[in-house]
């Protein structure tokens, strides 16, 4: 329970402080100003929102998930909100449209192999979209 509730307040906050610098980074648009602007602007939303989400998480993988198969049930969570982060970090300050998201999962499958996947997707382009998936094996 401690180990949680230290999440929630500092790793938490701090991790999403830094995907919304790695994304204003990513889109060219960093300077110090827009970081504290976007931190300002939408860290308390996403931080109310995983305190909500995480500790349920949790709950749910230690009461009715099996040892052996927490680790994939955590990683699709983490999908899941890495989904919701990347529409936020990649959301415009000005109009509050989303014109590209990317998500970067790292899926750890049972102990013996992992995947990397990759997914750039424009909401300008009616194109193709991007997608990498890497097997990584141990």
């Known amino acids: 329970l401690q180990k949680a509730a230290l999440g929630q307040a500092f790793f938490g906050p701090s991790f999403t402080c830094i995907f919304f610098a790695t994304s204003l980074w990513q889109a060219g648009d960093f300077t110090l100003g827009t970081w504290f602007r976007k931190i300002r602007q939408d860290l308390p939303g996403a931080w109310l929102s995983g305190a909500c989400f995480w500790p349920l998480v949790d709950l749910v993988s230690y009461q009715f998930i099996s ?66 998936i890497m097997p990584l094996e141990r």
């Open 67 to 132: 040892k052996e198969w927490i680790p994939l049930f955590v990683n699709m969570c983490s999908l899941v909100w890495t989904i919701y982060l990347s529409t936020i970090a990649n959301r415009a300050a000005t109009d509050g449209k989303v014109t590209r998201v990317e998500f970067v999962v790292f899926i750890t499958l049972q102990s013996t192999a992992s995947l990397l996947v990759v997914l750039l997707v424009d909401t300008q382009s009616a194109g193709p979209h991007n997608l990498l």
